[in-house]
């Protein structure tokens, strides 16, 4: 049986090293990185779908600077929104299916209760904003896409909470972490696992290209309590101290409860979603 051929984007990124190791296993791949090819250059996006003729192409490119977007929001709302109309161009034009990532900061985080797909969308930053963006261009040029919205991600080969909390921890003697801010910590390669399914089966649900699912490990928590569990696996005695929002002004607003609603995706998959602690504990081994 031919393996499935797979263009991914943003090749070198924390994500898109998830996505080589998980789909590399079951698929052809064809990965650029940003410097291979600019999704910003629409002529370059779409030479290089023809040229690679994927059955998917998997869109791990993003600018996710969160503060920095607030000074650099044209830059952003290119990367994150304009240029994925872009990929969507070249999908619609090669009959292609594409899967593009979206994020839990398309919503004001004021809902009580995780976020379904259906919920109205009120970005109150401006990478919230840019990746809005992003969908409104997926849907408006193709027909043949899945947008998979996710949070708080952590994985090998990029920075992360994960990573900078074990850091900071062994230079200081007690860490501020905020402890108002709820969401779920993702794994990149549970996302990435998610994923190969899309494409296993790209052919089985025809149905489902041009939804929009959510998609993390299961169970909420605040930064406060993730970082207690970060260095708990890691054996690390730092005091962690709780403080609300206010005492990190940020560029950026951030959404108090940002937790998404998985239901969709696992009766659609029926994928076992494991709990966020389980996921960061295989993550804290393989650092080892």
Request: hydrophobic content about 40%.
């Amino acid at each position: 049986m031919t393996k499935p051929k797979v263009l991914i984007t943003g090749a070198g990124g924390m994500l898109a090293t998830a996505l080589e190791r998980v789909l590399g296993t079951v698929c052809s791949l064809a990965t650029f990185t940003e410097s291979q090819l600019d999704i910003t250059n629409r002529d370059a996006v779409l030479d290089a779908v023809r040229k690679v003729g994927p059955d998917v192409i998997v869109n791990a490119a993003a600018y996710t600077a969160v503060d920095r977007c607030e000074t650099e929001e044209r830059r952003a709302a290119l990367v994150n929104g304009t240029a994925v109309g872009y990929l969507a161009q070249a999908a619609e034009a090669t009959g292609t299916r594409i899967v593009h990532f979206s994020t839990d900061y398309i919503f004001d985080g004021e809902k009580e209760g995780p976020y379904r797909e259906d919920d109205i969308p009120n970005p109150v930053s401006a990478y919230g904003r840019s990746k809005l963006l992003g969908e409104q261009e997926l849907v408006r040029f193709t027909r043949h896409a899945i947008v998979i919205r996710t949070q708080w991600l952590y994985g090998e080969n990029g920075n992360n909470f994960v990573d900078t909390i074990i850091q900071l921890a062994r230079q200081r003697d007690e860490l501020k972490i905020v402890d108002d801010q709820y969401g779920s910590p993702t794994y990149t390669m549970d996302l990435a696992r998610v994923v190969g399914w899309f494409v296993e089966h790209r052919d089985d649900h025809p149905d489902v290209w041009g939804q929009v699912f959510n998609f993390s490990n299961e169970g909420v928590v605040s930064w406060f309590g993730f970082a207690r569990e970060i260095l708990r696996l890691a054996g690390i005695g730092t005091r962690l101290i709780p403080v609300d929002t206010a005492a990190f002004p940020r560029p950026a607003r951030r959404p108090p409860n940002s937790a998404l609603d998985k239901t969709k995706i696992r009766r659609l998959t029926n994928i076992d979603i494991r709990p966020w602690p389980d996921a960061l504990y295989e993550y804290m081994r393989r650092m080892v």
